[in-house]
């Protein structure tokens, strides 16, 4: 079997090195004894895979793509590029999207998940709010998100709704947050489900981000958003889910509850499109997939 290869983004003002970003990575492959090679992530945004790939030899590979979020089409159409140049990503266009956007892998994590209901398209009328709303009880608190992203940052404005069942306020959250999102909204509109988790000093969710190769946790550490944090999680009821979804590389994102025992699933990830928190030994987890 032939060695992986990590395909990493250029720095788009010098396209012969990683973007900077992700140089820390690059050269870790290296002193790992692997080898990487560069996308051109803007170009691959702008629907030109084609140009997108254009430094990648002809039949290299296999590769893992390490880098920015890239939507499901514009995967695919990488992944299109790729075989055209006789080369293949490990991560399929399919597998890909299961593990990017809510409703691939959420009837897997249904249960250990907070409860969700989703609109595919843009915004939604009143009828398909009320709908789902009513999917998830049609009262108590909730939060709003894409398939893939949600505006934390925005929290009051365009992410949590109070009560699900005032449903003016329900539309006013959801319009915003549709209009913040503009042409990055990925698929369409998800509720879900306000849980309470436990928070640091500072009010913020503590949350651990596990990061699976071919099922096994490599690396478990803090969320990038908070970098500091100490956490252990107990994966014992995440584990066999991670394999049921059956995508060879995932990010989980798990907190722990405030009002129970246990750990929730926040979110599941693509790894090739997880953010790393700054600082960590990310050793463990890219020599994984230089072997994998
Ligand atoms: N169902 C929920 N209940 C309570 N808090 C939530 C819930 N979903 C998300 N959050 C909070 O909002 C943050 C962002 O949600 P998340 O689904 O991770 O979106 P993003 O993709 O933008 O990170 C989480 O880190 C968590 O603190
Ligand atoms: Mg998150």
Redesign the pocket.
């Known amino acids: 079997m032939p060695v992986p290869v990590i395909l990493l983004p250029s720095d788009p003002l010098t396209p012969r090195r990683p973007d900077p970003h992700f140089v820390w990575e690059a050269r870790l492959v290296r002193e790992l004894g692997g080898e990487y090679v560069l996308l051109d992530h803007d170009a691959l945004l702008a629907g030109d895979a084609v140009a997108a790939v254009r430094q990648v030899p002809e039949a290299y590979g296999p590769f893992w793509y390490r880098g920015w979020m890239v939507p499901v089409p514009a995967y695919a159409g990488l992944a299109a590029a790729l075989t055209a140049r006789g080369c293949t990503l490990l991560t399929s266009p399919a597998a890909y999207a299961d593990a990017h956007e809510l409703p691939g892998w959420y009837p897997v994590f249904e249960g250990a998940?907070?409860p969700?209901a989703w609109i595919p398209g843009g915004e939604p009328d009143l009828a398909a709010l009320l709908e789902a709303a009513r999917r998830l009880g049609g009262r108590g608190?909730?939060?709003v998100?894409d398939y893939?992203?949600?505006?934390?940052h925005e929290?009051d404005e365009a992410?949590y709704v109070p009560e699900l069942a005032d449903l003016p306020a329900l539309s006013r959250v959801v319009s915003r947050f549709v209009a913040l999102q503009g042409e990055f909204l990925a698929g369409g509109v998800v509720l879900?489900?306000?849980?309470?988790?436990t928070k640091d000093a500072d009010g913020?969710?503590v949350?651990a981000r596990i990061w699976w190769v071919d099922g096994e946790p490599v690396l478990v550490g803090p969320?990038p958003?908070h970098p500091q944090a100490t956490v252990d999680p107990d994966l014992s009821e995440v584990r066999p889910l991670v394999r049921a979804l059956g995508c060879r590389f995932i990010t989980t994102?798990l907190?722990r509850r405030a009002d129970g025992p246990g750990w929730r699933v926040?979110?599941v990830?693509d790894g090739q499109v997880s953010g790393l928190p700054h600082g960590i030994d990310a050793a463990p987890l890219l020599s994984s997939l230089l072997a994998a």
Do not use: M, N
């Open positions: 998940t907070p969700s608190p909730a939060v998100k893939v992203k949600s505006r934390k929290w992410c879900r489900r306000y849980e309470e988790f913020r969710t949350e969320h958003d994102d907190a926040i979110e990830g």
